[in-house]
């Protein structure tokens, strides 16, 4: 299996990996989601732009399974997904990364890695641990501490590396950067560009500076509602689009 992407996956001529169409969500009768309709093409790397509240989690949360929808479609590498169970979805290959990480505190770095590991032998990986720790220097520093004893910045690289670990075609980040240090936020978007060549990503994030300079392309939600999208050079530079973002 090759670690990278073939130029034919990165234009326009990329087959959609990821199809969201009308999606809509609830919380109760609180409407979270409006018809939210996006697409990730293998390959790409998407952001999906809004304040807090916008509907961003919602939208990777409903995408993954997590909080399900009451209607639209979610398809993933062309198959219908949105009423299976969310352990079904990522062995289909997606993984998330929530904003809240969700690190195992009382197990040692290392022990958080082997939990997610595929059961195939570490030369059939694209991730085996030891790539990992290559990879992520900050965490092989500190393989064999607890989760727990980990500062923000090493827990955020620790749930990337570990959604990482178990081979995913779709990597979905939530506000990585959150409550982290601007010298954090530096390496996270090192490693975003990084991986965006081996991993097709959609990313949330509340910064549409940062964002629009790691992504190629990106959506900005606003109340439940997709209200904007195009290129991220587009996007930057589209006094429309500033608008949007300002009230997002």
């Known amino acids: 299996m090759s670690d990278g992407f073939s130029g034919a996956d990165h ?72 009423r299976m169970a969310a352990h079904r979805i990522v062995r289909r290959g997606m993984a998330l990364v929530p904003e809240d990480r969700r690190i195992f505190a009382g197990l040692t770095v290392t022990e958080n890695l082997e939990v997610a590991a595929p059961a195939r032998p570490p030369r059939e990986r694209r991730w085996p641990i030891e790539r990992i720790f290559d990879e992520f220097p900050m965490l092989a520093a500190v393989r064999a501490q607890d989760g727990a004893t980990l500062s923000g910045g090493q827990q955020q690289m620790l749930a990337i590396a570990r959604a990482l ?19 954090i936020v530096q390496q996270i978007g090192t490693l975003i560009d990084r991986l965006a060549g081996t991993t097709t990503i959609l990313f949330t994030d509340q910064r549409a500076r940062f964002a629009l300079r790691h992504a190629q392309r990106g959506y900005i939600l606003q109340k439940g509602r997709i209200v904007y999208e195009g290129s991220a050079q587009g996007i930057a530079g589209d006094p429309q689009a500033q608008r949007h973002l300002a009230v997002a």
């Open 11 to 82: 234009g326009a001529a990329a087959p959609a990996l990821l199809v969201v169409d009308a999606l809509h969500t609830y919380y109760g009768e609180s409407h979270a989601l409006q018809g939210v309709s996006l697409q990730v093409r293998a390959g790409e790397v998407v952001c999906l732009l809004g304040r807090n509240g916008a509907g961003k989690s919602t939208t990777l949360n409903s995408i993954v399974g997590l909080t399900p929808s009451r209607r639209g479609t979610v398809r993933f590498d062309g198959e219908e997904i949105q």
């Open 165 to 183: 670990v178990g081979e995913p075609r779709l990597l979905l980040l939530d506000e990585p950067n959150e409550g982290l240090a601007p010298v």
